[in-house]
């Protein structure tokens, strides 16, 4: 029988790097951490599913949400669905160990075997502390070769760079089509937002050589799978990854 158990890959940041703010250019923190809709639509999906979840960051810390997702702005209005959304998480922390995620480096070689796929979500946490975490890229390389389902979303996508990081320190995703948040969505937060600027997912995962396949050009929500990845570009997939995601857990 297979294993029903999916590892969920959290940022320990609470806030991520802004460049060039100001009439003087300075660099500041920016708050950010996971955003919620993103981690919580496929969470939802798995736990109604049966799957039993882990989650793990690169040192145990509580995961912080971004503000922005927590906003009513980001449920369109829908008090009940941020509700349920929010109740959720507090659920996990009083019985799956959200507040205290296990580290990466307490993740062994054999503990991952008994994984059957793996979960980035977004939020622009991720920019910060899992790029280029060679804990990670090590974890991330092992569902790589034993292809095993690997979902990510949005910002999550960065923390494929970590794999240059473990192993033989090559891009383990070279070739792979892939969806993240896109540069011209980023550009957009930057100039309404932030009034700064910041690192760019796609420019980072194409510069290393995957495919990047925008998701503002194409129908929104929309997700690209290719082999044992999928990826999608921001909250209006959550619900089709964790969808197709599953769908991959069981084949």
């Known amino acids: 029988m297979a294993f029903k158990k999916v590892l969920i890959v959290m940022s320990d940041a609470s806030s991520f790097p802004l460049y060039n703010v100001g009439a003087e250019g300075k660099e500041i923190q920016q708050p950010s951490g996971y955003f919620l809709m993103e981690l919580a639509k496929p969470l939802s999906a798995l736990l109604e599913e049966g799957y039993e979840i882990t989650f793990t960051s690169p040192e145990g810390k509580e995961p912080t949400p971004d503000p922005l997702s927590l906003s009513l702005a980001a449920f369109a209005g829908n008090w009940y669905e941020r509700k349920r959304e929010t109740d959720l998480i507090e659920r996990m922390k009083r019985e799956?160990?959200?507040?205290?995620?296990?580290?990466?480096?307490?993740?062994?070689?054999?503990?991952?075997?008994?994984?059957?796929?793996v979960f980035?979500?977004?939020?622009?946490?991720?920019?910060?502390?899992?790029?280029?975490?060679?804990?990670?890229?090590?974890?991330?390389?092992h569902f790589h070769a034993e292809h095993k389902p690997t979902a990510a979303i949005c910002h999550g996508p960065y923390a494929l760079l970590?794999?240059?990081?473990?192993?033989?320190?090559?891009?383990?995703?070279k070739g792979y089509k892939i969806t993240s948040w896109s540069d011209a969505e980023e550009k957009f937060m930057e100039t309404v937002v932030?009034?700064?600027?910041?690192?760019?997912?796609?420019?980072?995962?194409?510069?290393e050589g995957a495919e990047m396949v925008e998701g503002v050009s194409t129908a929104m929500g929309s997700i690209t799978?290719?082999?044992?990845?999928?990826?999608?570009?921001?909250?209006?997939?959550?619900?089709?990854?964790?969808?197709?995601?599953?769908?991959?857990l069981k084949a």
Do not use: W
């Open 96 to 117: 799956n160990g959200f507040s205290r995620p296990k580290k990466f480096s307490k993740i062994s070689d054999e503990e991952l075997k008994s994984y059957s796929g």
């Open 120 to 141: 980035i979500p977004g939020g622009h946490a991720p920019l910060t502390d899992l790029g280029d975490n060679p804990e990670l890229g090590r974890i991330l390389r």
């Open 162 to 173: 970590s794999t240059k990081y473990a192993g033989d320190k090559d891009f383990a995703y």
């Open 194 to 207: 932030f009034r700064g600027e910041v690192p760019k997912v796609e420019s980072a995962l194409k510069e």
């Open 225 to 248: 799978v290719d082999r044992e990845l999928v990826t999608a570009d921001n909250p209006m997939g959550a619900d089709a990854l964790g969808k197709k995601f599953i769908e991959m």
